[in-house]
């Protein structure tokens, strides 16, 4: 763009918003600008059509026919001819202009009928601006956005002159030379639409493109064409070409869900419009043609080919020298990596409609600030990914999820599948099922508030509840065994006879209290997990044994507020519920230890980190399931499949518990060894013979001290 146009952009000659009374409708702006140029057409028609009715008249003559000439066939006077021709001429342009009368009347109405009706007081920077809720991690830092992403907002004379230039000679070349609509671009629309036989060019300028992405559908119809032409006059009695030229630069959609130059140079480059370079200009400026066909993110190739139609379009009208177009060319912008490998999806979603919940009356931009744990985030991804390989789908294990908690209550992580891309069900917070063992915590919770301890013994052996037989998971029966190693080796029989022993509503009560939030039905297997739940709430219920017996609200958003800082949504940090006492708690804690030491869940043994959990496994190996804890983090994982098909022995203890460690080393990386209250081995009813046998040993080794180690001697003291 030369220096002149330059200067045009500072003092446009067009800035007339301050000076015209404002029109609602927009009828009477559009009108006079539309009746002035029709006026004007009209005359030159006139004129043309006299010419051309002459030249018809006097058909088959020389046109370089002197008429002051003598004819000797048809002698006249001077000017006798002329008056002929002129007659004829004005009576021909008279006829054309009733006909242009006409049509300028037939225009008048569908001007009325098509004519678009602006909203009173219209803010073209807000209006039809769709909302978009933005999320930020708990550090305050953004992950992402749903929905429009709209940048901040930037001034023309804010950016470097090589993207102003570049959109300009792509899009509208002439934008300070007309009034909105360009007849040139116009005309030369038509013509390619005609021989094309349908609507194949557009020819809008940047004011028509505004009007179009403002207010109409972007639908190639010639009454979508009329209404934006109408819309671009409009536009252009009501704000200045310095505001036009920032109002497109700030709503133009741009691919990606990024909306104006400077939401897109973030969401390609990482970096503000103010910055970008040749290379990066030229690629922005090639988007309002097709976004999603030419989004970097989605055609980088693409992309790049249009930036070079772009580097072509600034060097034919000069704007660039050929060697900095040549560079651009060999240095393509960098597009940088927006997580598209993450499947920080499933949180997002699940957010989104947390929002929703908390702020149903919000309009415009929202911003949440969510309790999400980037640094967790990719240690529970890369965890599960880690485990569904081969080797483990092959014993169709197809899918998992992971949920993970702070001691608080804040969700730090969440994955709910191997593959957002793939399928954006969630599974941590959409799918129920039965979670098995993962269930006798509550259990065992009703039996200590009961009374019992963990040293309380049952009798592992057949059972029969109105003709219901559970059986265990491995063949043959224990016999008497204690609550601890009941719970450890997951041995179902005892826990179907505490439950008959408590009462069945007692232990469903117990579930509901520490945090089940789906329908409990009090039958005889809800022992065995004979429920069906959400990973997501299974392991919020897991957090009071980590919290000495207290129970905080589960909860993933601290805040959500407008663009202008208008707090819509708060967390409260109340004090949480007290759901079961320190003493019961402690008692769970020492139950659950031992299914990590000793019991099922060994492979989610953490070493020198106490830390406590249990395995869950349904019939036919359908749903395998870890929910564990330490003093500082409380994770869930489940392993299965869709379609709810059996799985090849895949137990809680295995591919879950293996889940379940691998991110809890990851997480717990930098932190301090905290001790849990009750992370202490317990004594076996099996260890029992051996310990009778240890102390039968230093009972008679005590007897032979008191007796200096001579037997006889005390058989002769007896005798005596």
């Known amino acids: ?204 300028t940047i004011t028509q493109q505004l009007a179009k992405n403002l207010f109409l559908s972007p639908r190639q119809t010639y009454e979508r064409k009329a209404r934006e032409a109408l819309l671009a006059l409009w536009i252009e009695g009501h704000y200045s070409k310095d505001e036009i030229l920032s109002l497109y630069l700030n709503r133009i959609y741009l691919g990606a869900g990024a909306y104006g130059v400077e939401s897109a140079s973030q969401t390609y480059f990482g970096k503000s419009a103010r910055d970008v370079t040749l290379a990066e200009a030229a690629m922005l400026a090639g988007l309002p043609k097709a976004p999603s066909t030419y989004a970097p993110t989605q055609n980088p190739a693409g992309a790049q080919r249009r930036a070079n139609e772009v580097l072509d379009n600034l060097l034919e009208i000069g704007a660039v020298e050929p060697f900095a177009a040549r560079e651009a060319r060999l240095k393509p912008p960098v597009i940088i990596n927006q997580n598209v490998d993450s499947d920080l999806g499933y949180f997002f979603d699940y957010v989104a409609a947390e929002a929703k ?66 399928s954006q069900f969630n599974r941590a917070v959409q799918s129920k099922r039965q979670p098995g063992s993962a269930f006798k915590p509550f259990v065992y919770v009703a039996a200590m508030e009961a009374g019992m301890t963990p040293n309380t013994r049952f009798v592992d052996r057949p059972i029969d509840i109105a003709g219901w037989q559970p059986t265990n998971y491995t063949e043959g029966f224990a016999g008497p065994v204690r609550l601890s190693e009941a719970l450890a080796k997951s041995i179902n029989t005892v826990a179907v006879q505490v439950t008959e022993t408590v009462g069945r509503g007692r232990v469903a009560e117990a579930a509901k209290r520490l945090g089940i939030k789906s329908d409990i039905q009090s039958h005889r297997s809800i022992a065995l997990g004979a429920v069906d739940v959400t990973l997501e709430e299974l392991t919020g219920a897991y957090i009071p044994f980590a919290n000495h017996g207290l129970a905080p609200t589960p909860y993933a958003i601290e805040k959500i507020e407008t663009r202008d800082g208008e707090v819509l949504f708060e967390h409260e940090n109340s004090e949480p519920q007290r759901v079961m006492s320190e003493d019961v708690a402690m008692k769970m804690n020492h139950l659950l230890y031992q299914v990590m030491l000793s019991g099922t869940g060994r492979r989610a043994y953490l070493g020198r980190r106490q830390a406590a959990g249990k395995t869950g496994t349904t019939n036919d190996w359908r749903d395998a399931w870890f929910v564990g804890y330490t003093p500082q983090l409380i994770a869930g994982v489940w392993v299965g499949n869709d379609a709810y098909t059996p799985m090849e022995k895949v137990t809680g203890g295995s591919t879950p518990a293996a889940i379940w460690k691998e991110f809890m080393l990851s997480a717990h990386q930098g932190l301090r060894l905290e001790e849990l209250d009750g992370a202490y081995p317990a004594v076996t009813y099996a260890s029992e013979p051996v310990l009778l046998d240890f102390y039968d040993q230093v009972a008679r080794g005590f007897r032979r001290v008191r007796r200096d180690g001579d037997e006889r001697r005390g058989r002769r003291m007896r005798r005596n």
């Open 357 to 422: 919940k908390r702020s149903p009356n919000a309009t415009g931009d929202v911003i949440v600030r969510t309790t999400i744990d980037q640094k967790l985030q990719r240690d529970a991804e890369a965890a599960v990914k880690a485990a569904l390989d081969v080797e483990t789908r092959i014993k169709g294990a197809d899918q998992a999820a992971l949920v993970a908690y702070d001691a608080s209550g804040a969700l730090r992580a969440m994955v709910g599948g191997r593959s957002y891309k793939e």
């Open 1 to 204: 763009m030369g220096d002149d146009k330059q200067e045009k952009s500072k003092t446009p000659a067009t800035k007339r918003a301050a000076k015209q009374n404002y029109d609602p409708s927009g009828l009477r702006a559009i009108a006079i600008g539309l009746m002035a140029g029709l006026n004007r057409n009209a005359k030159a028609l006139g004129a043309v059509t006299a010419r051309l009715a002459g030249r018809v008249f006097n058909k088959g003559k020389s046109k370089k026919r002197n008429p002051y000439a003598e004819d000797t066939k048809y002698p006249k006077k001077p000017g006798e001819g002329f008056a002929w021709r002129n007659l004829m001429g004005s009576i021909g342009g008279a006829g054309v202009s009733l006909v242009f009368l006409g049509a300028i009347a037939g225009l008048g109405f569908a001007f009325i009928y098509m004519a678009p009706r602006v909203p009173e007081g219209a803010d073209l920077w807000n209006v039809n601006r769709q909302a978009a809720i933005i999320v930020l991690d708990r550090n305050g830092e953004e992950i992402a956005a749903r929905g429009a992403r709209y940048g901040e907002h930037v001034d023309p004379g804010e950016l470097p002159d090589h993207l102003i230039q570049a959109i300009l000679s792509t899009e509208d070349r002439r934008f300070y030379d007309h009034g909105g609509v360009d007849l040139r671009g116009t005309t030369r629309a038509m013509i390619s639409n005609l021989k094309a036989g349908g609507v194949v060019e557009g020819g809008s």
